[in-house]
């Protein structure tokens, strides 16, 4: 009975959630409080998008995934602190100077990277400076300096695989593609989970708040991300391309 009724509950909500029971008699088995996973808000149109991307290429194989550059763009803030650091102090010691840790005004400021990365390499790291992503910066910056270069890497049957951010999809960007002879993998909106260059992100996240001494400018936090991007292997993007079935069966539907 209890099964039943949460799914008309979960059928009910426009966001998927279900309601959280009022009552221990309500559940079944042992729970405990738990910080919930983050992901994506999906509605019906978005799950049933990435359900039918996920039966036409869940059965691909390293000769078809190897043909795809997966790209995306990410914002880091390399000068403040995460709120995920701790210290050992003693009671009336919040205050005292090893127990602070220290925060630039308006959070230091941040850096927008663009980059790419398919089976067997990866593109160089785009700093988006200066301005916002518009479509003219994206096909200047991004497309025509790195994306078309990278074509003749994978041969033929490259596939090129953006979100669907609005710059990225503008008409000028299709058309500048198309004369180009860039193909797009057709990518379900609003799924950035399902984005293998999402742990090349986590990558340089964890390895830049690792530093003991934060750069005191935003270029330095560049060359170090730099850095740490060279140590990045062929190995690791196999590894991450390879994570699709995985991805799939443990994603949101």
Not at 16 to 24: C, I, L, M, T, Y
Not at 189 to 209: C, M, Q, T, Y
Request: some cysteine; aromatic content about 10%.
């Amino acid at each position: 009975m209890v099964p039943e009724i949460a799914a008309q509950i979960v059928a009910l909500n426009n966001d998927g959630r279900s309601v959280r029971p009022n009552s221990p008699k309500e559940t079944e088995g042992k729970r405990s409080a738990k910080t919930p996973a983050t992901g994506p808000r999906l509605t019906v149109g978005h799950r049933r998008a990435r359900l039918e991307f996920a039966h036409q290429y869940v059965n691909w194989g390293d000769n078809e995934w190897k043909n795809v550059l997966f790209t995306d763009k990410s914002r880091f803030n390399p000068r403040s602190p995460d709120g995920c650091e701790k210290v050992w102090r003693r009671p009336g010691e919040r205050y005292s100077q090893w127990c602070i840790s220290p925060k630039s005004g308006y959070n230091g400021g941040s850096i927008m990277i663009w980059a790419g990365i398919s089976l067997e390499a990866q593109t160089d790291l785009v700093f988006v400076e200066n301005g916002a992503m518009t479509t003219h910066r994206y096909i200047l910056e991004c497309v025509e300096s790195h994306v078309v270069l990278y074509m003749p890497f994978i041969g033929e049957n490259f596939l090129f695989m953006d979100d669907n951010a609005r710059p990225h999809m503008a008409r000028i960007v299709v058309r500048y593609l198309e004369q180009v002879g860039i193909r797009l993998l057709p990518w379900p909106a609003n799924s950035p989970d399902l984005n293998p260059i999402e742990h090349v992100w986590d990558f340089l996240g964890k390895r830049v708040r690792r530093r003991q001494l934060r750069p005191e400018t935003l270029n330095g936090s560049g060359g170090r991300m730099c850095s740490n991007t060279s140590r990045l292997h062929c190995h690791s993007h196999s590894k991450y391309v390879k994570s699709f079935k995985r991805r799939y069966k443990s994603s949101q539907w």
